[in-house]
């Protein structure tokens, strides 16, 4: 009936998208340049740079300071959720193994990991808010718009807002992206032109997210001693 429809009308779109995607390159590229191949390489690399230093250095950093653990213990225990993470691009999948790992391996309480961990695969993204910035910064270059300091401090506080609610399955960042570009009066089809690379930045971001809900459950089990178990 109507959902074997929709499940056909869904595998014909995966399908295609690759030859999308490759198509809305070109027309991209044929547009403004080859500089735009180089630029995205450029991009590409400053996102990842981003992502490690939040995950390798900040995060740690929180996780000892403020959570009164060992940064090689908690990704030692945090290991098994961020490869799951990583390869499944969906912190939403990711879900079942990260209440485990925090559970049974990094010892949280029950209580805490349970009510931290499941608001923060709706709402605490880091990497989706770093992702969708640089993203934005990036296509305004390309197009030669320069913003001023009030508008990237809008850019901030709508990435920030907007990492908020992004759906935590492969690509949830993407629509945020291109309203955040319509505020810019920039054509959300530009987004087209991260299309390429971002199947592999959205492994690395929700990575990141997956690890900050993590870390914050950490922090939280830290400072909240009377929800541990009696």
Known sequence: GLLELLMKLMEVVIQLTPYAVTALMFTMIARYGLGVLEGLGKYAGCVIGAIAVHMFVVL???VRFMGGMSPLVFFKGSEEAIITAFSTSSSTA????TLKVAEENLKLPSKVARFVITIGASVNHHGSALF????VLFIAQCFGLDLGLGQ???VIGLCIVGAMGVAGVPAGSLPVIAVILGYLNLPPEAIGIILGVDRFLDMCRTALNVTGDLATAVVVAKRSPELAPA
């Open 94 to 97: 990711t879900l079942p193994t």
């Open 152 to 154: 990237q401090l809008a």
């Open 132 to 135: 969708e910035g640089l993203t």
């Open 60 to 62: 740690p950093l929180w």
